[in-house]
C-alpha cells in the first residue's frame, strides 16, 4: 500500500501540472475564439463549412489583426489616425484618465520587457527580523528618491510580491544598503513564491564559494600592475 501511495502521487505531480496547463490554455483560447468569432464574416468562418467547430481560429484571427493594427499605425496615416481618436479620448473626462493610466501602463511594460525586474534581492519586511524576497527593477531618478535622499541616502524602488499571487504586491522605496542582492534568477524566485517556497531553486554553497573565488582571481589578474 505504501508503494501504490507513492506511485499514486508521483503520478499527481507529473499529471497535474500538465492537465492544469492545458486547462489554462484550451479556457484562453476559447475564450478569444467566443470574442472574435461572432465578428468574422460568415463566408470566411470554417465553422459554416465543417461539421465541427475549429478551435482557435479566432485566436489565430485576433493576433493577426493586432499585428495589423501594429503594422498600420507604424505609418504616417496610421499615426494620424491614431492621434485623432486621442484627441477624442482626451475630451471624455473619465475616459481618458483610464486610457492614459492603460496606455501608460503597457508602453512601460512592452518598451522595457527584457529588464522589468533585473535582479532578485531580500528586504528586511514587514518587521525586524522578518526577510522578504523583493524584486529590483530598472532604476529612473524621480521625486521620490530626491526627497528621500537627505534622509535615507541613495533610495532603491522594489516590488514586494505577495505569495502565492506574485503579479500583486507593494512598490517600496527603500535604502540601498538595506537590500541584500541574490544571485537567484527572477524565474526561480517567482517559482519560490507561487509555491509558498516549497520549490526552491537549487544551490550549492561550495560551487558558489568557489565560482566566487574563480571571479576574484579573473578580477585581480586583470588589474595594472
Not at 3 to 14: A, K, P
Not at 136 to 146: C, F, G, R, W
Not at 190 to 212: F, N, W
Request: hydrophobic share 45%; glycine share 8%.
Amino acid at each position: 500500500m505504501t508503494r501504490l501511495s507513492n506511485y499514486f502521487l508521483t503520478g499527481v505531480v507529473v499529471c497535474a501540472p500538465v492537465a492544469i496547463t492545458a486547462y489554462l490554455v484550451w479556457s484562453i483560447v476559447l475564450w478569444v475564439d467566443s470574442w472574435v468569432k461572432p465578428y468574422i464574416p460568415g463566408a470566411y468562418n470554417p465553422d459554416n463549412y465543417l461539421p465541427f467547430a475549429v478551435p482557435g481560429f479566432g485566436l489565430v484571427v485576433a493576433l493577426l489583426g493586432i499585428t495589423l493594427i501594429g503594422f498600420l499605425t507604424a505609418n504616417f496615416i496610421g499615426r494620424s489616425v491614431l492621434g485623432f481618436g486621442e484627441r477624442l479620448l482626451n475630451r471624455m473626462p473619465l475616459v481618458r484618465n483610464i486610457y492614459r493610466g492603460l496606455k501608460q501602463i503597457f508602453e512601460t511594460v512592452l518598451a522595457n520587457r527584457s529588464d522589468l525586474f533585473n535582479q532578485v534581492a531580500l528586504f528586511e519586511y514587514p518587521r525586524r527580523g522578518a526577510w522578504s524576497i523583493v524584486f529590483i527593477a530598472k532604476q529612473q531618478e524621480t521625486e521620490i528618491n530626491d526627497a528621500l535622499e537627505p534622509r535615507h541616502g541613495k533610495t532603491i524602488a522594489v516590488f514586494r510580491p505577495i505569495s502565492p499571487n506574485v503579479t500583486t504586491g507593494y512598490l517600496l522605496y527603500v535604502s540601498e544598503d538595506d537590500v541584500i542582492p541574490l544571485d537567484m534568477s527572477v524565474e526561480d524566485a517567482a517559482k519560490m513564491l507561487i509555491s509558498a517556497g516549497l520549490v526552491a531553486p537549487e544551490y550549492h554553497k561550495e560551487t558558489k564559494r568557489l565560482a566566487d573565488e574563480a571571479l576574484a582571481k579573473r578580477k585581480s589578474a586583470g588589474k595594472p600592475g
